[in-house]
C-alpha cells in the first residue's frame, strides 16, 4: 500500500536561502537512489517561506528504510546545523490514502 510523506523546511533567516536550495537539490538527488521511491516533487513558495516535498513511496517501510539511509549523512549535518543555527524549521508528516 502506498505511504505518502510531506515535509516543510521553513525559512526563518532568508540570508540562508541559496543554500538550503542547493541543499535540496543534492538530497533530492540522494531520495531519487532511494529503493522503494515512486514519486517525488518539491515546491519553493512564492513568499519565500518554505519548500514543500512530496515524497510517495511504495509503503511504509521503504520510507522508514529512507530515513535510516547512510547516503544522507553529509547533507544531514547541513540541516541540522541550520535548524540548531535557527535558521530553518523542519516538519514531516505521513499519510495513508484513503478509502
Not at 2 to 22: C, N, W
Not at 49 to 54: D, K, L
Not at 80 to 96: A, G, R
Request: aromatic share 12%; proline share 1%; with cysteine.
Amino acid at each position: 500500500m502506498a505511504y505518502y510523506v510531506i515535509t516543510r523546511t521553513h525559512l526563518k533567516d532568508l540570508s540562508v536561502k541559496k543554500k538550503v536550495l542547493e541543499m535540496s537539490k543534492v538530497s533530492a538527488e540522494i531520495f531519487k537512489k532511494q529503493p522503494g521511491l515512486v514519486e517525488m516533487k518539491s515546491l519553493y513558495a512564492e513568499n519565500d517561506t518554505h519548500i514543500a516535498t512530496y515524497l510517495v513511496w511504495e509503503d511504509q517501510q521503504s520510507h522508514l528504510n529512507c530515513m535510516q539511509s547512510k547516503d544522507f549523512t553529509e547533507v544531514t549535518v547541513q540541516w541540522t546545523e541550520f535548524m540548531q543555527q535557527d535558521k530553518i524549521t523542519f516538519e514531516l508528516e505521513t499519510y495513508t490514502l484513503m478509502g
